[in-house]
């Protein structure tokens, strides 16, 4: 269901006592000023200083994705401090990427609305919670979610979504089962980690190639997609408005 009628999102929200964001997407585009490109050639350099073999990570869709190289490094086989030596310049390159990330429309309204309506908030992402904080830190939204930042668990890519690792570490502190939380992602692997735990998710779909990737590509498809957070917002503030 595409931009779903105000009722049915506020049925999800309804039933919800916290929000878990994906963060390349859903909060800012990571990569607009440091290309993803960029950061996978310089992490392809590392392996080969590192004595690894590019051809490793050369095939389409793996050697410009920086994620789909950790993933393609682990699995190869070729020892934690190689894994060690690319997370780490991974996580510095994001860094370097989030200081000129662009914002998400609508993410920064949608976030403090929820906020403000009691919701506890969290970030649960394959990126680096050290690029997370630096730039929630940068817009101002740090207060919205306090330490509740889950990025990949270090040195761990087999841990990154659609395993659910992140999910449940954002869980476990709340003490709140999976279908009290609900989860705003652009991804299937966003969908498949949500799923593998009972927990409701809204998929938000910023363009045409996002959106058939959540409806038919990934297994049954997300159940309800938004174009726009401001979709997510206007369901809120009609509900609020409702309740007066």
């Keep these: 269901m595409t931009d779903p009628q105000p009722a ?10 916290c929000v878990f964001f994906d963060f390349d997407g859903p909060v800012c585009r990571l990569f607009h000023g440091h290309r993803a490109d960029t950061v996978a050639a310089s992490l392809t350099g590392e392996l080969i200083a590192g004595g690894g073999d590019p051809a490793l990570v050369s095939a389409d869709g793996v ?4 994620l789909a190289i950790l993933i393609a490094v682990a699995e190869a086989g070729l020892g934690d ?28 309204l ?25 730039y929630l830190r940068r817009e101002g939204l740090a207060g919205h979610f306090g330490t509740r930042i889950h990025g990949r668990a270090p040195a761990a890519p087999w ?17 709140l089962a999976a279908a009290d939380a609900l989860m705003i992602g652009d991804s299937p692997a966003d969908l ?16 045409d190639r996002k959106l058939e990737a959540l409806g038919a590509g990934a297994g049954a ?24």
């Excluded at 991974?90 to 920064?108: M, Y």
């Excluded at 498949?192 to 363009?207: H, K, N, Q, V």
């Design 110 to 134: 949608l976030i403090g609305h929820l906020d403000r309506a009691g919701y506890r908030l969290a970030v649960t992402t394959n990126n680096s919670a050290g690029a997370v904080r630096h």
């Design 81 to 108: 401090e190689l894994i060690e030596r690319l997370e780490r310049r991974l996580g510095e390159e994001e860094v370097t990427a989030a200081a000129t990330a662009e914002p998400t429309a609508g993410a920064a």
């Design 221 to 244: 498809g997300a159940e309800v997609i938004v174009r726009r957070l401001a979709t997510l917002t206007d369901a809120l503030n009609v509900a609020s408005a409702d309740q007066r």
């Design 192 to 207: 498949r980690a949500a799923s593998a735990l009972g927990m409701p998710f809204i998929g938000y779909a910023s363009d």
């Design 159 to 175: 841990l990154l979504k659609p395993h659910p690792d992140c999910l449940v570490r954002a869980l476990e502190p709340t003490g």
């Design 8 to 17: 049915a999102l506020q049925a999800l929200f309804a039933s919800a006592k």
């Design 63 to 66: 050697k410009e994705d920086p």
